[in-house]
């Protein structure tokens, strides 16, 4: 039982040791991103506005998107339940 324990515990290290870099990454680019806050904070927050902005574009899209294939679902919803209770009266 103890075994199978220290293999579970030597698998989950080895892979998420095997992504350090990952977190060094993510680590570095948010310094880099800190730093330019606050070295030029003005033109930081007109980025940060225009990527919110982008963001709520992209997210609106979708849900024009998704209305129209709900609307489609419903309808054919509705012509498929007509026609199985056709079959049955």
């Known amino acids: 039982m103890n075994f199978f324990m220290i293999n ?19 680590g570095l ?8 806050f606050i070295i030029w904070p003005l033109e ?4 940060l506005v225009y ?3 982008f963001i709520i574009i992209i997210i609106g899209l979708g ?4 209305s129209f294939k ?6 054919n919803y509705e012509r498929i339940k007509e026609d199985v209770k056709s079959k049955f009266d």
């Open 8 to 26: 579970i515990f030597d698998n989950y290290v080895k892979k998420v040791s095997s992504n350090w870099w990952i977190v060094f990454v993510t």
């Open 29 to 36: 680019v948010a310094v880099l991103l800190g730093l330019s």
């Open 44 to 47: 930081a927050v007109k980025v």
């Open 51 to 53: 990527f919110i902005g």
């Open 63 to 66: 849900y024009i998107k998704n």
């Open 70 to 75: 709900i609307k489609r679902a419903t309808n």
